[in-house]
């Protein structure tokens, strides 16, 4: 899947597209210099059980990595992700 970023002064998204539709997106808000807020996840159905939504906190770990940010998973999905992939406790904000 192709996972694009966008980012405003202080909002931002990691997003999937189908033709000119978003189906799939996580959006953040920023907090600080070098903090950031993951504050919704939405998948559409027909990507569901595809991993889309785990790929997507994947792209913004690593944008995070990329960047010395820190994350607040305050979207109940991402935060589940973080809680599973240990691997990911680096960027976390604490």
Known sequence: MDIQFE????????????????????????????????????????????NAGKQMVQAAVNHAREHQYKIIPLCPFAKSVFEKEKSFQDVLNQ
């Open 7 to 50: 980012e405003k002064e202080t909002k931002g998204a990691f997003f999937i597209k189908e033709g000119d539709k978003r189906v799939a997106e996580m959006t953040f808000s920023k907090a600080g210099g070098n903090i950031f807020i993951i504050d919704s996840t939405r998948v559409d159905d027909n990507l569901r059980g595809k």
